[in-house]
C-alpha cells in the first residue's frame, strides 16, 4: 500500500515537474515584439482599427488559444483550427466543403486566413462586415460549431484556466462577448503573409527563373485585373462564369444583397499562398489548379453576368497555363506557414 | 465670447477649468440624477395590456395570435422644446417585455423646458451595425444580432396562430436591417402636449401596440406571412411599426 502511495507520489511531482515544463517551452512563448504589426512594404493601411483593440501578448496568447480549443463547440469537438489547418494557410487542406460537428458537412469551401486586417467584408459572400464579428457565424451556425453565444461565455466562465486568462488580458474574470471576439482578433489581426520568394523578388533579395518571370508577366497582364497586388485581391464580388451547383444552389453574394446582379458572384479570394489551399473555389470544385487554369482558358462561362474580364485568360496555352502556376507558387509564404506564434499550444 | 476665447488660448487655464468642471460635476452628480427624465413603455395589443404566452388576441383579418417573445431597440431619443431647445442622446436601449426592468428608460440630464415634441429611433443606427462587437444593449449575447449577414434585429415578435403554417404554428417577426435591400431604421415622433407639461418633465409613458405590427400600410395574414428572418418582406414590416408608439401619460 505505502509502495502505491510512493509511485502515486512520485507520479504526481513528475506531472506538476511535466507540466512546468511544458508551460515555459519557449516554442510556444509569446514577447512583447511577438505582437507588433508591422505593415509590410508596399501594402495599404489596415482596414481594421487597432487602436480599438491594440494587440497585447496576453491578449495573443488568449485568443490562440481559443483559436485551438474545441470548448467552444457544442460537441467540445470542433476547434476553429478543425477547419483552419496552419500548414494550409488556416485553410482545410483537401477537403471541397467545411465539416463541422457531428461530422456535418457545410456548404462552402473553408477559406485561407491571412491579411485579414485588410479585408473590408468576410465570407465568400461578404456578408459579415467586421473582423470582429466573424467568429461569431462559425460558433453559431448549427452545421459549424452549433453553440450559442451566452452558453461559450458560461463554459469559458467555468471553466479553471480561462478566467485568468481574460484577467491577465482585459483586467478582470469577467467574460464577455467583447473580451472573447476582441482576443480572437488580435490573434487573427497579426496572420499577416507578405514574405513569398515573390515579395523578397521584389525587394531584389530572390531570382525568379525564366518561367516564373513569364508566368508574373502573364499574370500580370491577364489576372491581376481582380487578383490585385500585393494583397491579390481587390475585395470585389465577381461572378467567373461556374457552373451553378444544382445540389448547393449557393446564390452567391445575391443572397446578401438581394439583387439579381449579384447571382454566384463571390469575393474575389487572395492567391497568397495559394498552393497550399487546396481544392479551389467558394464550393471546393477544383481539386487543383490545373483544373483551375482549364476553367479559364477553356473559356465555357456559365450564367448570364459573368465578369468580361476573365475573358482575357481564354485560350491560354498549356505552356502558359504551367507558367503562371509556376508563378503562383511563388506566393507560397513559409515564413507564414512556420510561424511559431501560431502554432498550436496544446501540441506538446 | 472673449473670456471663451481666453480660454480656448490658455492651457493652462483650460486645465484649471476642466478640473473645476470635474469637481462641479462630482458635486452636482445628485442633483442632475433628479433631472432625469424616465420613460415608460407600456406594451398593447389593441385595448388589452399585452400578455406573454397567456393572452390571446386578434389581428386585422381576424386571426387569433398569442405572444411569446417582444423585442425591440430605441435609440437616438431628441427632445424639442417650444423656445427651440433641444435635448439629444445618443444612448441604446434594448425593451424586453420579458423583463420589467427594461421598460423604464432613463434619459440623464434633461434641462428643465417645454418640451413639445419626442422622437427616437427605432433600430439601431447604420454605424453602429459596422462597429465590430459591442457591449451592453448592443452585446450579440443579447440575441438581436444576426451572425451571417451583420447587422442587428431591430425587433422581434414571436407567437403562435392556428392560421400560421409553419411548425407548431409559430409566426417569427425578426425585422432589421440597415442598408440595402432592407433598411429598417425606423425615427418616430410624437408631439407632446405642452398644456400638460409641468417643468421640468419627469416621466413620458409611451403605450406601443403589437397589433399595429399587423395593420397598417400592410395587413398581415398569418396564413400566407408567418416568418420573417431576413430581407424579405422587412421594409414592409418596419412601416407597419413606425406606428407602433403613442404618447399615453406625461407628468
Known amino acids: 500500500m505505502a509502495r502505491h502511495l510512493i509511485v502515486f507520489f512520485f507520479l504526481i511531482i513528475f506531472t506538476v515537474l511535466f507540466a512546468g515544463f511544458i508551460q515555459d517551452n519557449p516554442y510556444f512563448e509569446i514577447h512583447p515584439e511577438d505582437v507588433e504589426l508591422k505593415i509590410p512594404k ?16 496576453a491578449g495573443f496568447t488568449l485568443g490562440r488559444k481559443l483559436f485551438y480549443d474545441p470548448i467552444l463547440s457544442k460537441d467540445y469537438f470542433t476547434s476553429c483550427a478543425s477547419c483552419h489547418q ?44 467586421h473582423l470582429d464579428l466573424q467568429p461569431l457565424a462559425p460558433l453559431t451556425s448549427p452545421i459549424e460549431m452549433g453553440e450559442s453565444l451566452d452558453t461559450v461565455l458560461m463554459k469559458l466562465q467555468k471553466d479553471s484556466i480561462y478566467p485568468g486568462l481574460f484577467k491577465k488580458a482585459f483586467g478582470t474574470t469577467d467574460i464577455t462577448s467583447e473580451r472573447l471576439l476582441k482576443s480572437l482578433s488580435q490573434f487573427l489581426a497579426l496572420m499577416v503573409s507578405s514574405n513569398s520568394r ?7 533579395k530572390e531570382t525568379f527563373s525564366d518561367q516564373e518571370t513569364r508566368g508574373l508577366n502573364l499574370f500580370r497582364t491577364k489576372c491581376e485585373n481582380c487578383h490585385k497586388e500585393p494583397l491579390f485581391t481587390d475585395n470585389s464580388y465577381r461572378n467567373i462564369g461556374l457552373k451553378p451547383d444544382s445540389a448547393l444552389k449557393d446564390s452567391g453574394r445575391a443572397a446578401i444583397t438581394g439583387k439579381a446582379e449579384d447571382y454566384m ?25 490545373n483544373e483551375v487554369m482549364k476553367h479559364y482558358a477553356e473559356g465555357k462561362f456559365y450564367t448570364d453576368n459573368f465578369d468580361q474580364s476573365i475573358q482575357r485568360a481564354v485560350g491560354l496555352t498549356e505552356q502558359e497555363q504551367s507558367d503562371l502556376i509556376a508563378f503562383l507558387k511563388t506566393l507560397t509564404d513559409n515564413t507564414f506557414l512556420m510561424d511559431r506564434r501560431f502554432a498550436d499550444p496544446s501540441m506538446r | 465670447m472673449k473670456s471663451v476665447f481666453l480660454i480656448r488660448s490658455c492651457k493652462r487655464t483650460r486645465q484649471y477649468f476642466s478640473a473645476l468642471v470635474l469637481l462641479f460635476c462630482c458635486f452636482s452628480a445628485p442633483i442632475k440624477a433628479q433631472s432625469a427624465l424616465e420613460i415608460v413603455l407600456q406594451h398593447f395589443a389593441g385595448n388589452q395590456a399585452l400578455r406573454l404566452d397567456s393572452g390571446s388576441y386578434t389581428n386585422e383579418l381576424g386571426q387569433h395570435f398569442t405572444v411569446t417573445k417582444f423585442k425591440y431597440y430605441l435609440s437616438n431619443f431628441h427632445l424639442k422644446s417650444v423656445d427651440g431647445k433641444e435635448y439629444n442622446s445618443k444612448e441604446v436601449f434594448l425593451i424586453n417585455e420579458e423583463e420589467a426592468s427594461t421598460k423604464k428608460i432613463f434619459l440623464p440630464d434633461v434641462p428643465a423646458g417645454n418640451y413639445s415634441s419626442l422622437s427616437f429611433t427605432l433600430g439601431v443606427d447604420s454605424i453602429l451595425n459596422c462597429s465590430g462587437i459591442q457591449s451592453g444593449a448592443l452585446d450579440p449575447v443579447n440575441g438581436m444580432f444576426w451572425t451571417w449577414n451583420t447587422g442587428y434585429i431591430f425587433l ?20 432589421g436591417g440597415y442598408k440595402s435591400p432592407a433598411n429598417c431604421i425606423r425615427r418616430i415622433t410624437l408631439p407632446l402636449d405642452q398644456k400638460s407639461v409641468k417643468e421640468p418633465l419627469r416621466q413620458i409613458v409611451l403605450r406601443a401596440d403589437v397589433l399595429e405590427l399587423f395593420k397598417s400600410p400592410e395587413k398581415v395574414d398569418l396564413s400566407v406571412l408567418s416568418s420573417v428572418t431576413d430581407f424579405h418582406n422587412a421594409e414592409m414590416m418596419a412601416d407597419n ?11
Open chain 1, 42 to 57: 508596399g501594402f495599404p493601411e489596415p482596414l481594421y482599427d487597432l487602436k480599438n483593440n491594440k494587440i497585447t501578448v
Open chain 1, 198 to 204: 515573390f515579395d523578397k523578388y521584389l525587394e531584389g
Open chain 1, 86 to 129: 496552419r500548414f494550409a494557410a488556416f485553410a482545410h487542406i483537401d477537403h471541397a466543403l467545411s465539416h463541422g460537428m457531428l461530422g456535418q458537412i457545410g456548404k462552402r469551401n473553408v477559406p485561407a486566413l491571412q491579411n485579414l486586417i485588410w479585408k473590408d467584408a468576410f465570407m465568400a459572400d461578404g456578408g459579415i462586415n
Open chain 2, 241 to 251: 411599426y413606425s406606428d407602433m408608439f403613442s404618447v399615453l401619460e406625461i407628468h
Open chain 2, 156 to 175: 422581434k415578435l414571436e407567437g403562435k396562430s392556428p392560421a400560421s403554417k409553419s411548425p407548431a404554428n409559430m409566426y417569427e417577426f425578426h425585422v
Open chain 1, 265 to 289: 458572384r463571390f469575393k474575389v479570394p487572395s492567391l497568397r499562398n495559394v498552393e497550399r489551399t487546396y481544392p479551389y473555389m467558394h464550393d471546393g470544385r477544383f481539386r487543383n489548379l
